[in-house]
């Protein structure tokens, strides 16, 4: 820990400077990617139109295009340097996987020629049985292929050493069944296209562009030196301290957020955003956390498919670079007890070329109108899937954070702000009140004021907040893969837009005059049905809690609880009605993520044994030696010695060995059942830690074996 220590204070950049001054972000941009510009300039003109025909419209792939398109980008990509492909695949770990293939082939002459045709670049055949399907493949019938994601542009990935083109791709069995997060994010955005349609056709738009979700995902994260990194096995392996007494300073100074970002980390972060700009992720945001150590980033929204991939690309950047300036990026949710731990704030929103983004209030009342119906259907949505929203983000890392004070509650909630809040109050009652300070709600919608655009207060403490123009998914951990809660949110909604165009279609039945009389029916209808999830006060406090069981919301606040709503009948039925998942996908998921989790709890399991057994137990008794043979020397030379460090000492060492004795009896099974884990395994282990952690801070400093709070989270 010593030359840990010393290693750290003695860090010193080798990573060259970036050469900002000649090559600027705008000329940097977007450089490492297949962009449409580039396809652009380097593609027959009949074959980009009929491309992006696909990419835009949604269109069937045309074949004959994938030829010409195969060539013109390994030809782009040779002169990147590239000597190898891969189809990029995102299975369901939620990381990102992939298999490379030289582009060489022999000509049989004893050369070798650069080849790569249509039928490579649509699809691949990696082993579909390496990778969690929750039962869907065996490893006696593994086939699997990557099939090429139009929609989401190629990169190159370098390495000093070489570089290789990466072509995103969806992931499916040979049976057709989905085994990545790609491919229900693709089937979600079909389903709320086709709904999203029915609603905008009815208030007059009747477009063909296709109508996609949103999303700019906030990343939190932290930043440890390498030093500490490697000398913590629990982070390293489990990505979180599993032991580790508070640090005498914490972030109760509040003096970190926002504050000036250290010359190393702004480095480091400089860096980051060359390399996603380079790799055409528009990142935009980054600042200090409210934890020491703490930083996040953010980049613009994007349609949700490609965000996704841009998501995992960020968390990929992070990684690699921090590794160049001698750091670690920890993107675990809860990374040290007692701090805040990470989130990754999902924002939503839908949209097209034509329309513009369909939750943005507008300027007038027919805009408002067409706004309104969406925004309830929203609200319907997360009242309705409480359960499955809630679902999709548990996971065990994700455990610590959420209904800890300082991330939302497990319970969903949707905050509305007051004006929004204040609209749907008077819509609840028929919009007959004449309050509302601009005008009235009389047939609501009509003559309903433009809504300002920062309509209401920011809240941080709901799951689900309308921020002005999206919805701000917040309960999503920072380790999760975005697509999961997308899938969630565009498929939720689609039922509700769905649900919402019947109903309407049928009031109206062709005859527009009755629409704004129908809207305003429907949504006093919704308001009155799922009002209750509408919550704008503060969810952290008990009060709302109580207030929350009292309206039926569902508060399942751990990962045993949460999981099962995926296989609720009507989270089934809604999933293979929109064609999203089918049954079996679903299950699959399900028996993925249970095991993702006993996972994780049984290698922090094994890891806090062997800790405590291996580091924490012989630090303790080493001290322990010292001050007894300080007392028996003492004594022997007929001093009086105080045993009250001793007694406390020996009474530590017998908890700790007691605690790692119960956790090895609580983990004897292996761990294999989800609330066997939660309610037995996991707190033995925190049994563990509590004895450690007092001992931690009682024993010799320079005993101590490792890292501190204070060394890791203070020396940068
Ligand atoms: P804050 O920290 O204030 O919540 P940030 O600026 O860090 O906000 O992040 C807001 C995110 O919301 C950005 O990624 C931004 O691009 C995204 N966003 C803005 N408009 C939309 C939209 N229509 N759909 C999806 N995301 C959006
Ligand atoms: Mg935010």
Not at 23 to 37: A, H, L, Q, Y
Not at 45 to 66: C, F, H, N, R
Not at 429 to 447: C, K, N, Q, W, Y
Request: contains cysteine; proline residues 5%.
């Amino acid at each position: 820990r010593q030359s840990a220590i010393a290693a750290a204070l003695g860090f010193n950049q080798s990573a060259p400077p970036i050469e900002f001054m000649t090559k600027t972000p705008e000329t940097v941009f977007g450089e490492n990617t297949f962009s449409k510009s580039v396809m652009k300039k380097r593609l027959p003109k009949a074959i980009y139109k009929s491309l992006m025909q696909t990419i835009e419209a949604g269109e069937k792939l045309d074949p004959t295009v994938a030829d010409v398109v195969a060539s013109a980008m390994k030809d782009w990509a040779i002169e990147k340097g590239a000597t190898h492909y891969t189809h990029v695949f995102y299975p369901l770990t939620g990381g990102t996987a992939e298999k490379h293939d030289s582009f060489m082939a022999p000509t049989g002459d004893g050369g070798t020629l650069a080849e790569f045709s249509g039928k490579e670049l649509c699809q691949g055949e990696p082993d579909g049985s390496s990778f969690p399907t929750g039962g869907i493949r065996q490893t006696h019938e593994a086939r699997g292929y990557t099939i090429w994601d139009v929609t989401s542009p190629s990169y190159i990935l370098e390495n000093p050493n070489g570089t290789t083109l990466c072509i995103p791709t969806a992931f499916v069995s040979w049976t057709g069944e989905a085994l990545d997060k790609k491919t229900p994010v693709l089937r979600s955005m079909k389903a709320l296209d086709a709904q999203a349609h029915r609603i905008t056709k009815l208030f007059g738009h009747d477009t063909k562009a296709f109508v996609a979700s949103t999303a700019g995902p906030e990343q939190e994260y932290f930043l440890v030196d390498k030093n500490f990194y490697y000398a913590r096995p629990d982070l390293l392996t489990a990505g979180r301290t599993l032991f580790g007494a508070a640090a005498p300073k914490g972030q109760e100074f509040d003096d970190h957020y926002f504050g000036a970002i250290p010359d190393r980390v702004l480095s480091f972060m400089f860096e980051v955003e060359r390399e996603l700009f380079r790799l055409g992720v528009p990142i935009k945001t980054r600042h200090n956390e409210v934890a020491p150590g703490q930083y996040e980033v953010a980049p613009i929204f994007e349609t949700a498919n490609v965000a996704t991939d841009h998501q995992q690309l960020i968390m990929l950047v992070l990684k690699k670079v921090a590794k160049k300036y001698g750091m670690e990026c920890l993107t675990h949710e809860k990374p040290f007890a007692g701090l805040n731990g990470s989130g990754k704030h999902v924002n939503w929103s839908l949209g097209s070329s034509e329309l513009g983004n369909l939750l943005d209030p507008g300027d007038t009342p027919h805009e408002n109108a067409q706004f309104l119906v969406f925004c309830a259907a929203v609200i319907r949505a997360v009242y309705k899937h409480q359960g499955l929203l809630r679902a999709v983000v548990a996971s065990a890392g994700n455990d610590h954070r959420l209904g800890a004070n300082e991330a939302p509650p497990a319970i969903l909630s949707v905050f509305l702000g007051s004006q929004l809040a204040d609209v749907f109050e008077q819509i609840k009652t028929g919009g007959a009140s004449s309050s509302m300070p601009r005008g009235t709600l009389e047939v609501g919608v009509d003559t309903l004021p433009p809504l300002a655009k920062d309509a209401g207060d920011r809240n941080r403490t709901s799951p689900f907040a309308f921020t002005g123009n999206r919805f701000e998914f917040r309960a999503v951990g920072s380790n999760f893969s975005i697509a999961g809660p997308l899938v969630a949110m565009n498929t939720i909604v689609a039922e509700s837009l769905d649900y919402c165009a019947t109903k309407l279609e049928a009031a109206v039945a062709g005859d527009a005059s009755k629409l704004h009389g129908s809207v305003q029916k429907l949504l006093t209808e919704i308001i009155n049905e799922c009002g209750s999830i509408i919550f704008n006060g503060n969810g952290y406090s008990e009060e709302w809690h109580a207030e929350a069981a009292t309206r039926g919301l569902l508060n399942n606040k751990t990962t045993p609880e949460a999981l099962p709503a995926l296989m609720a009948p009507e989270v089934k039925e809604l999933f293979s009605k929109y064609q999203v998942l089918s049954e079996r996908e679903l299950e699959s998921r399900y028996e993925t993520y249970v095991e993702q989790y006993c996972m994780t709890v049984r290698v922090e399991a094994n890891l806090t044994k062997k800790i405590a057994r291996t580091m924490i137990f012989p630090a303790a008794i080493r001290y322990q030696r010292e001050l007894a043979a300080t007392c028996t020397n003492l004594q022997a030379l007929g001093y009086e010695f105080d045993t009250k460090t001793l007694d406390k000492v020996t009474g530590l060492v017998k908890e700790l060995q007691d605690s790692i004795t119960d956790l090895a009896e609580a983990s004897a099974d292996g761990c294999e059942e989800m609330v066997k884990c939660c309610e037995v395994v996991l707190p033995a282990m925190l049994r563990v830690r509590e004895a450690s952690d007092k001992l931690e801070a009682i024993v010799a400093d320079d005993l101590w074996p490792l890292p501190t709070y204070q060394e890791m989270l203070f020396i940068k």
